[in-house]
C-alpha cells in the first residue's frame, strides 16, 4: 500500500517536470528576467467573441498612464487604429510585445495608423510595468475600472478577469477590418498585423 | 514486483529530466556549439561576408572566419535594442582593423523571430553584418533556452574544428574591451 503510494507520487512528479519542461518561455528579455510571473501555458482562447469584421467598433474612454483620457472616438475621421489587448502586465511574452511595437512606429506612421495598448491593470501597475520599456510612443490605456469594461465589450474578457492577447485593426470611418484574438501563450506575427494595415490603403 | 517497478519509473524520470537538462545548457566555454544549421542568406553581400557559396543550409563552423560572434537577441527584447548600436560598434571596430578584418565575423539569431521581424530590426539599427530568423526557437532550444541579448564566440581551428571561447548572457558593455577580450582568448594578434 504504502510502496503504491510511493510509485504514485513519483509518476506525478515526474508528469508535473516533464509538463514544466514542455512550455516553452517566450518572455526572453534579460529586462524583465526576475519579475515576471509565469503562469504557464494557458488555454489558448477563453472568450466569447461579440464583434466581427465590418462591425462599428465600440466607443470607449479610458484613462492612460499619461494622464490623459484616451477616447476611440478623437481619431475617427483622422487616423487608422490598432487596439492590442495584452492579458496583464508582469506576464510573459505581453512584457515583449508591446517593446517590439515600440520599435516600429514607422510602420504605423507609414499606413496613417495610431496604436492603443490597453489592458486590465490599474494605472500604476502600468507604470510601472512599462517604464523599463523606454518611453512609448503609444498610449497605455488601463480598463482596470469597472473592471475589464471596454475588454467585455470587445469580447476578448477571460474568465479570470484579464484580457485576451488580441489585436483590432479599426479605419478612419471607426469600422472594424481585421481582428486577431490570438492564442494568449503566442506572440502576434509582425507581418500579419502590417499585411492588415495595408489592405487598408 | 513493485520495487522492480518503482525503480523503473524513478530512472525513467531521472533520466528523462537528464536528457532534457542536458539539451537545455548553454553552450559551455571550452566546448562546442550545438548542432545548429542556418540558411545560407540571398543577399550577396553577405555570402561574400561569411564567405558562402550556393543555397542550402550552413553550420556556423562553416563561415570563413578565424572568430565568429554569435548574439542571440529579439526584436522584441528592449534591451537587444539598447545592445544593436553597441554590437555595430564593434563590428565597424573589425571591419576598420586590417589586422582583424575577414578574420572575426558577426551574425545574430533573432530567437521567436519571423523573416519580417529580424529584417525590421535589420533595417532599423541599420546592423550591416547577417541576421537569421529562428521563428519557431529550434535554435534557441538548442542553445539553453538562453535569455536575451546572448553572445557565443567561437574560435574556428584549421581543421575546421571549433571551441567556444565566451559564452554570456548580457550586454557586452563596450565593443573595444569586448574586442581586446575576443583577440586575447582566441590568441588573434
Known sequence: MHKKRIARLILIIGIISIVSFITTDQCLSEMFKDYIYQPGTLKPLDSMPKLKIGDQAPDFTLPSISGEKISLSQHLGKKNVVISFVPAAWTPVCSDQWPGYNLVKNIFDKYDAILLGITVDNIPTLYAWTFPMGKLWFPVLSDFWPHGAVAERYGVLRSNGVSERALFVIDKKGIIRYIDVHNINKRPRLEDLVEELEKLK | ?189
Open chain 2, 1 to 189: 514486483m513493485k520495487k522492480i517497478t518503482i525503480l523503473l519509473v524513478v530512472t525513467i524520470f531521472l533520466f528523462s529530466g537528464l536528457v532534457v537538462f542536458a539539451a537545455n545548457e548553454p553552450p559551455k566555454e571550452g566546448g562546442m556549439l550545438p548542432d545548429i544549421k542556418l540558411s545560407v542568406p540571398n543577399s550577396p553581400e553577405e555570402k561574400t561576408y561569411l564567405g558562402l557559396k550556393g543555397n542550402g543550409s550552413f553550420t556556423i563552423p562553416q563561415i570563413k572566419a578565424n572568430v565568429v560572434i554569435i548574439e542571440i537577441f529579439s526584436m522584441y527584447c528592449p534591451y537587444c535594442q539598447k545592445e544593436a548600436p553597441i554590437v555595430n560598434e564593434l563590428y565597424n571596430a573589425i571591419e576598420k582593423n586590417p589586422d582583424l578584418k575577414g578574420k572575426i565575423k558577426i551574425i545574430g539569431i533573432g530567437a521567436g523571430n519571423t523573416p519580417f521581424e529580424v529584417d525590421t530590426f535589420k533595417k532599423t539599427y541599420d546592423i550591416p553584418f547577417p541576421l537569421f530568423p529562428d521563428e519557431d526557437f529550434s535554435i534557441h532550444k538548442v542553445c539553453g533556452e538562453v535569455r536575451t541579448p546572448f553572445f557565443i564566440v567561437i574560435k574556428i581551428n584549421k581543421k575546421g574544428t571549433h571551441q567556444v571561447i565566451y559564452s554570456e548572457l548580457g550586454t557586452i558593455k563596450n565593443a573595444e574591451d569586448f574586442l581586446k577580450l575576443i583577440r586575447k582568448r582566441s590568441g588573434l594578434k
